[in-house]
């Protein structure tokens, strides 16, 4: 599992066809709303970071990163009946930072996917709340042992969903 450095030649880019650009980020948006209403135990889970981290680490452009974080932010949150914006700033930082890092570290194999999902789950939850608290004024609350619990079960899942989207890239 180890995480190593690669010089900008040997960084593979990707790309998708435009109904999987379109189609995976609208379906974990459809899910992420549907499912914890059925089963709330998939309340903890967060389909469309997931999918922005993907697609982040996969094109490793962090302009496309930071459009695609922002873009599936603010969709969620146009579902979520919270104020926009407020994943839509999250989810961009973590879609910038997540392109970058993906320029920089081949996360190629599961142990990096699950140490890079870990870590941007937890980023993109600290954003979060601050976001809510500092600028909207949310009464939002912080527990560190079930952020902690989430993001290392999105980081799991994200593993799994990682390797099932891996089908879909198209080599530049």
């Known amino acids: ?99 970058s890092l993906g320029v920089k570290l081949d996360v190629e194999n599961a142990g990096a996917r699950l140490l890079v999902t870990l870590v941007f789950c937890v980023v993109h939850k600290i954003i979060y709340f601050m976001v809510a608290r500092g600028l909207v004024n949310l009464s939002v609350q912080w527990s560190w042992p079930h952020e902690l619990w989430s993001a290392f079960v999105n980081a799991i899942v994200g593993v799994f969903l990682f390797f099932a989207l891996d089908r879909f890239k198209l080599r530049t």
Request: proline letters at 7%; zero cysteines; a neutral charge.
């Open 1 to 99: 599992m180890p995480i190593t450095y690669t010089s900008g030649e040997q960084v593979e880019v990707y790309r998708f066809n435009w109904l999987i650009t379109l189609g995976i980020p609208a379906s974990a948006l459809f899910l992420q709303a549907w499912l914890p209403h059925l089963f709330p135990v998939f309340a903890m889970l967060d389909l469309p970071l997931l999918v922005t981290i993907f697609f982040a680490i996969s094109r490793r452009n962090p302009i496309s990163g930071l459009l695609t974080g922002g873009a599936i932010g603010v969709f969620q949150d146009a579902l979520t009946g919270l104020p926009i914006g407020i994943n839509g700033i999250a989810k961009t930082i973590v879609g910038y930072a997540a392109s």
